[in-house]
């Protein structure tokens, strides 16, 4: 039995990657930064405030400094005025940690430079312990690695004193970064324990808060950006993705057609065996041009009905002085008038509050001229809700 063998790639075939190399190509792309979905006038902004705020620590610290041996700016607070200026929201740049970790970090570092002769393990000591110290206390600020980190290299420098200078220095950042922040319409300190208004079961999206924090008890890792913030930032996705969804559908195209409709003079008797045939729970009443008057609705066949049930004797005397109240035999005697009704182009969001509030239960749909056209139930607004949902 002859066989032949597989052809070799000519010069413009390529040969597929293998599956080491699809992992190399994977593991490479998890280095490729992600876009700084940011305008130019808010970049324009955050250099401009890094710029002033280090610049006006900087004469403070000079001022401070100057006639002294102690370091008169610590190049940490470089790092710190990014975050204060870039992320002003973050929990990592709100002034407790700021102040707090940048100083707490320093003594650290100071503590593991006088008590630990080896320097490699005073490095990693100093830096470690400081953010243990910094977790504990619920101001961890990056910076404030390296604040003990300068401590531990620098230890004539960093001495127990300088840590007045030092303090002083940080406390002039926040404060630059609150005014800048402030004058540029940034929120600055950012609340990290509001209390967000809790949303209408309409809007409150595909989760509950319960539903985060059992997601962030899963991750496990410090984020930066607040609880809070962040539950406000997914219920505004997921109203988005509702209003992307939803926000585009109009009347026309979930109302039930053709529409069963009578006139005001139509025998109650008519009407009622209509709504039996066809197992409706409501007729618009129109015009001879179509425009709808009024509604009949099944409800109102029901309370004409209890006019005769379970009457007192205290009513029937009252029957036999007064007389009966005249029972209406036609439907313009029965009829809800006027009647809510909505334009055909008109969005589906809008019968949102219509139905879930008002306590209408169906709604006549016209076209420009006023001339009905389609109704629309709870139950069509139902079905279109249930579609939304579930291509979100």
């Given at each position: 039995?002859?066989?032949?063998?597989?052809?070799?790639?000519?010069?413009?075939?390529?040969?597929?990657?293998?599956?080491?190399?699809?992992?190399?190509?994977?593991?490479?792309?998890?280095?490729?930064?992600?876009?700084?979905?940011?305008?130019?006038?808010?970049?324009?902004?955050?250099?401009?405030?890094?710029?002033?705020?280090?610049?006006?620590?900087?004469?403070?610290?000079?001022?401070?400094?100057?006639?002294?041996?102690?370091?008169?700016?610590?190049?940490?607070?470089?790092?710190?005025?990014?975050?204060?200026?870039?992320?002003?929201?973050?929990?990592?740049?709100?002034?407790?940690?700021?102040?707090?970790?940048?100083?707490?970090?320093?003594?650290?570092?100071?503590?593991?430079?006088?008590?630990?002769?080896?320097?490699?393990?005073?490095?990693?000591?100093?830096?470690?312990?400081?953010?243990?110290?910094?977790?504990?206390?619920?101001?961890?600020?990056?910076?404030?690695?390296?604040?003990?980190?300068?401590?531990?290299?620098?230890?004539?420098?960093?001495?127990?004193?300088?840590?007045?200078?030092?303090?002083?220095?940080?406390?002039?950042?926040?404060?630059?970064?609150?005014?800048?922040?402030?004058?540029?319409?940034?929120?600055?300190?950012?609340?990290?324990?509001?209390?967000?208004?809790?949303?209408?079961?309409?809007?409150?999206?595909?989760?509950?808060?319960?539903?985060?924090?059992?997601?962030?008890?899963?991750?496990?890792?410090?984020?930066?950006?607040s609880r809070n913030d962040l539950e406000g930032l997914l219920h505004l996705a997921g109203k988005a993705?509702?209003?992307?969804?939803?926000?585009?559908?109009?009347?026309?195209?979930?109302?039930?057609?053709?529409?069963?409709?009578?006139?005001?003079?139509?025998?109650?008797?008519?009407?009622?065996?209509?709504?039996?045939?066809?197992?409706?729970?409501?007729?618009?009443?129109?015009?001879?041009?179509?425009?709808?008057?009024?509604?009949?609705?099944?409800?109102?066949?029901?309370?004409?009905?209890?006019?005769?049930?379970?009457?007192?004797?205290?009513?029937?005397?009252?029957?036999?002085?007064?007389?009966?109240?005249?029972?209406?035999?036609?439907?313009?005697?029965?009829m809800s008038s006027p009647v809510l009704q909505v334009q055909a182009d008109q969005h589906v969001m809008?019968?949102?509050?219509?139905?879930?509030?008002?306590?209408?239960?169906?709604?006549?749909?016209?076209?420009?001229?006023?001339?009905?056209?389609?109704?629309?139930?709870?139950?069509?607004?139902?079905?279109?809700?249930?579609?939304?949902?579930?291509?979100?």
């Amino acid at each position: 039995m002859l066989t032949t063998p597989n052809p070799s790639p000519g010069p413009h075939e390529a040969e597929a990657p293998g599956p080491l190399t699809r992992r190399a190509l994977a593991w490479l792309r998890l280095f490729m930064p992600a876009r700084v979905r940011i305008n130019q006038r808010e970049r324009l902004r955050m250099v401009s405030g890094i710029v002033l705020s280090v610049a006006v620590v900087a004469v403070f610290a000079h001022w401070l400094g100057a006639a002294s041996p102690m370091p008169w700016m610590m190049a940490s607070l470089g790092s710190s005025a990014v975050l204060i200026i870039s992320l002003p929201s973050s929990p990592l740049a709100q002034p407790w940690p700021v102040l707090a970790g940048s100083a707490l970090s320093y003594l650290v570092g100071v503590a593991c430079a006088a008590l630990v002769p080896n320097l490699p393990l005073a490095c990693g000591l100093g830096v470690g312990l400081a953010v243990m110290l910094m977790l504990a206390l619920r101001c961890l600020h990056p910076p404030g690695g390296a604040m003990a980190l300068f401590a531990v290299l620098h230890p004539q420098e960093a001495t127990l004193m300088a840590v007045v200078p030092v303090s002083f220095n940080v406390l002039v950042l926040v404060l630059a970064g609150m005014a800048f922040n402030h004058l540029t319409g940034r929120g600055y300190p950012h609340a990290q324990l509001r209390k967000l208004t809790q949303p209408k079961d309409s809007d409150s999206g595909a989760f509950t808060s319960a539903d985060l924090d059992a997601a962030l008890s899963h991750y496990n890792q410090v984020l930066d950006v607040s609880r809070n913030d962040l539950e406000g930032l997914l219920h505004l996705a997921g109203k988005a993705a509702f209003q992307r969804t939803l926000g585009g559908l109009r009347c026309r195209q979930i109302m039930s057609m053709p529409v069963h409709a009578v006139a005001a003079n139509t025998p109650l008797q008519e009407a009622w065996a209509l709504m039996r045939k066809h197992a409706i729970k409501a007729l618009p009443v129109v015009d001879a041009q179509r425009v709808v008057v009024g509604i009949v609705t099944m409800a109102d066949f029901m309370r004409l009905a209890n006019l005769e049930v379970h009457e007192g004797m205290g009513q029937r005397l009252r029957s036999l002085i007064m007389g009966r109240p005249k029972r209406p035999d036609q439907v313009q005697g029965l009829m809800s008038s006027p009647v809510l009704q909505v334009q055909a182009d008109q969005h589906v969001m809008d019968l949102v509050p219509l139905f879930s509030e008002a306590g209408h239960h169906h709604i006549p749909v016209v076209d420009e001229a006023r001339q009905l056209v389609g109704i629309i139930t709870q139950s069509d607004l139902v079905k279109a809700l249930a579609a939304a949902v579930a291509r979100s």
